[in-house]
């Protein structure tokens, strides 16, 4: 898919504009586009987006826009996404131990889910 996305855009003569600061705000334009279809629906309604054809749709094409801008983000700066995502990963196993019996959810005291530049709870202590 990578060589894919570098042949599109070359192919367009896009090159020149793929920079990583542009490519870094197209991804949040279309992750922004991708947050629009759930922004005043319930949790219920969210969790049943997918049953819907059409909004089915445009979360499938909004996710495809977004993978899409990652992708050419990572590599116009050779950036492996895959082990880029293993390291964070490892890094939050370490960082957040699975919680021993009796103690709770095993909720940190950070800002809240996602509120960091990890994943999950209190992703963004000590990023």
């Not at 855009?9 to 992750?31: C, D, I, S, Y």
């Not at 909004?55 to 050779?78: I, K, P, T, W």
Request: hydrophobic share 45%.
């Amino acid at each position: 898919m990578r060589q894919r996305l570098v042949e599109f855009a070359a192919a367009r003569g896009w090159e020149p504009f793929h920079t990583p600061k542009n490519l870094a705000a197209a991804l949040t334009v279309e992750a922004g586009e991708l947050l629009e279809i759930f922004q005043w629906l319930t949790p219920e309604q969210a969790a049943s987006v997918m049953s819907d054809p059409d909004s089915a749709h445009r979360v499938r094409d909004e996710v495809a826009d977004v993978l899409a801008y990652l992708v050419q983000f990572c590599s116009v700066l050779g950036v492996d996404p895959l082990a880029a995502l293993a390291a964070k990963i490892e890094r939050n196993e370490l960082r957040f131990p699975v919680p021993g019996p009796g103690s709770g959810l095993g909720l940190g005291s950070g800002s809240g889910a996602g509120g960091g530049s990890g994943f999950g709870v209190d992703s963004n202590v000590g990023d």
